[in-house]
């Protein structure tokens, strides 16, 4: 029997971006696919939403392998964005989540600005998309491969490219890289260009060297690190962009292991949350998360969810 989140007296439902929630629960892009593979373990229309993996506009076939790595406290990804593209994918994936009656956040991904226009294009008045997070950090192949996200009037080429290309009224979240002097100004530029959200953060760029051949263990030699190891950098990332942008509405994500984790998101300033890495071990984390992050609140007498979000800011006499 798939899982579902336990009935609770705790108010979980959250808004972000005028969308509204049940759940502040989401997948994080690349760890769940479209979420086939975790329906067999948790009803994926209980968590607050699906968010894809990033899709590009022609198929791709990713790294050579080897392409993961296990790393202390963590995992160093290299896949290189291997994906159907997005034709494929809105026959296939898109259609499939559509039947499920799954909410769908679609990560989209290009290799130049104009690409990136031409994916959210494909994604006009498709049925149940119910927003778009814009993967920013791929590199620029226009600009000696200079990834988007580390640069603030790259970052807005792009999200004013998507906002072009979409309906006025389609949520974008722009997901930022943490390998960046000053996250805060990176927001600042893609919210002024027309991100209505920010998903914040996406992997740390890492390297393994194997040790016995004393050479990259990836065959791109660096990858993204995720896990346990990197959520003090993501909870740091939240919380200095809600300092700085009060309103924007904010997805967490960055080792969530589980509802304590989650909870240091929401103080930090994040209205929801997306888990990645640890369903790989547990596919069912989502909706164990959900009721741990409850339980937490129901014993510490809170009655919604809303109350601790920002928490960690109301001391802050600045």
């Known amino acids: 029997m798939k899982r579902v989140p336990q ?5 979980m439902s959250t808004s972000v971006a005028k969308l509204n929630f ?3 629960v989401f997948t994080a892009s690349g760890c769940a696919a479209a979420g086939k593979e975790l ?66 956040i679609v990560s989209i991904a290009g290799n130049n600005v104009e690409e990136f226009g031409k994916v ?36 807005a080429d792009v999200i004013h490219s998507v906002r072009r290309n979409v309906s006025a009224n389609m949520p974008l979240f722009a997901k930022l890289s943490p390998d960046v002097t000053d996250i805060t100004a990176i927001a600042k530029s893609v919210v002024k260009a027309g991100a209505d959200g920010l998903s914040v953060i996406n992997t740390l760029l890492g390297m393994v060297i194997d040790t016995d051949t004393f050479l990259p263990r990836l065959s ?7 896990g346990p190891a990197i959520r003090p950098v993501a909870v740091r990332c939240v919380y200095q962009i809600r ?46 998360i959900h009721d741990e992050v409850a339980e937490i609140l129901q014993e510490k007498s809170i009655n919604s969810l809303s109350e601790i979000i920002n ?8």
């Open 7 to 11: 009935t609770t007296s705790v108010d």
């Open 39 to 104: 329906d067999q373990f948790i009803d994926i229309t209980s968590i607050g939403a699906v968010v894809t993996k990033s899709v590009m506009l022609n198929p791709r076939s990713g790294r050579a392998t080897p392409r993961m790595a296990e790393t202390p406290s963590g995992m160093l990804n290299g896949i290189g964005l291997q994906g159907p593209g997005i034709d494929d994918f809105i026959e296939n994936d898109l259609k499939w989540l559509q039947q499920k009656g799954a909410r769908t």
């Open 22 to 24: 049940l759940s502040p």
């Open 120 to 155: 959210a294009d494909k994604l006009r008045d498709i049925p149940g998309v119910i927003g778009i997070e814009v993967n920013i950090s791929c590199p620029n192949v226009e600009n000696r491969g200079q990834v988007f996200a580390c640069d603030p009037l790259s970052a």
């Open 220 to 226: 791109g030699k660096t990858g993204g690190l995720s």
């Open 243 to 288: 300092k700085v942008l009060p309103d924007i509405p904010i997805i967490g994500m960055g080792g969530i292991r589980n509802g304590k984790d989650a909870i240091e998101f929401f103080a930090a300033g994040a209205n929801a949350i997306s888990v990645g890495t640890t369903v790989f071990n547990d596919p069912e984390a989502c909706v164990r």
């Open 311 to 318: 928490a960690a800011h109301r001391e802050d006499i600045s």
